[in-house]
């Protein structure tokens, strides 16, 4: 099975002209490394049936909360590899959790190896270049909630090799840890000492722990109980120093990851950027690009959409067809062009070098 898309390669003066933007930062694009931190795709294949081989258009809301992403829009956008989030459902019991972790491990691998000319689960960074050498698109696979394999400290054995990353808890605290989110209920508890057994697990087997959606003081706990070797990693956030949101970080967090030498993707949800769900441009993406560059330096901030995982996007950027867009105002700022290649993919194949060569 060979998925049709447009492979705007051959011709970067129409998509300049579609996406009023200059022929230079579509070539550009098009040249680097494009790797997406965080894409929830796979979550409305289970939920409804969302085929992620076949192009979808709008949807039903015009772009919002899902139809973001797919993997004819994927390569059409020229996305070289990106991680494909398995979301944990909370109210299901611990063991319950694990049985459907691991079917829907092996529904999204089945999914990847369907396409197999086109889409390759990889695990490692030289898995990543021999995907790119073979002209496929490098797939990689995480897990968003930490208790998927918190049935017993045997568990989480069950995210095997293919899992790279776990976000250790998500919109609300489990036996893991506290949720940064306000539907947390009490005082933030930080991560409990499962959670921090489950860092020293993640750090064991070289899988990336990701501090996305955790409490401030269950952030500083995973810091603390992770070993220093290792890179850590937020897939998917917005920063405070640009907006003030409970969902973003502050400097001392942005440090503490740079110190760690990982990355953090800055994420595509428009009330974290600057506030509003209407109005919001993809130009407000990079002003919290920039700030990270200021406070830590190039080497650390990615690019993590979270497309399809319920977020409003900016108005201009409301698939990943329109990524693009991010190299203009790149440019516009000044950046030099192995700073944007850094950002959108070369920081976090650093990363994974790191981690797993």
Request: charged share 25%; hydrophobic share 40%; net charge neutral.
């Amino acid at each position: 099975m060979r998925l049709p898309f447009v492979d705007h390669r051959s011709d970067p003066g129409t998509l300049a002209r579609v996406l009023g933007i200059s022929e230079e930062a579509v070539r550009l694009h098009h040249d680097c490394e494009v790797i997406d931190l965080h894409v929830d795709s796979f979550i409305w294949t289970r939920v409804f049936g969302y085929d992620l081989r076949r192009r979808h258009g709008p949807g039903l809301f015009g772009g919002d909360f899902l139809s973001q992403a797919d993997f004819p829009r994927i390569l059409e956008a020229g996305v070289t590899g990106a991680i494909w989030s398995i979301t944990t459902q909370p109210l299901r019991t611990a063991s319950s959790r694990a049985r459907a972790f691991s079917t829907n491990l092996e529904r999204l691998r089945a999914i990847f190896a369907s396409v197999p000319e086109q889409f390759e689960v990889v695990r490692d960074l030289s898995g990543y270049r021999a995907a790119r050498a073979a002209g496929r698109h490098a797939a990689m696979i995480g897990v968003q909630g930490g208790n998927a394999v918190d049935a017993t400290p045997e568990t989480v054995e069950l995210l095997g090799r293919d899992v790279i990353r776990v976000t250790l808890v998500h919109l609300s605290s489990s036996r893991v840890g506290a949720t940064s989110s306000p539907l947390r209920r009490g005082a933030d508890t930080g991560l409990t000492p499962l959670g921090r057994e489950m860092v020293e697990s993640l750090d064991a087997r070289r899988i990336l722990v990701d501090l996305a959606h955790v409490s401030r003081r269950g952030f500083f706990d995973a810091v603390e109980v992770h070993d220093r070797s290792l890179p850590l990693i937020v897939t998917h956030t917005g920063v405070a120093g640009v907006h003030p949101h409970w969902r973003n970080l502050d400097d001392e967090q942005l440090r503490a990851i740079a110190d760690a030498g990982g990355t953090v993707g800055i994420m595509f949800q428009s009330n974290f950027l600057d506030g509003r769900h209407r109005g919001t441009l993809s130009r407000s993406v990079v002003d919290h690009v920039a700030h990270v560059v200021d406070v830590v330096g190039e080497d650390h901030v990615s690019i993590g959409s979270d497309f399809d995982g319920a977020i409003v996007p900016p108005d201009d950027l409301r698939s990943c067809l329109e990524l693009p867009r991010l190299v203009q105002h790149m440019l516009d700022r000044g950046f030099g062009e192995d700073r944007i290649r850094k950002i959108l993919g070369g920081n976090f194949l650093r990363v994974l070098g790191h981690l797993r060569g």
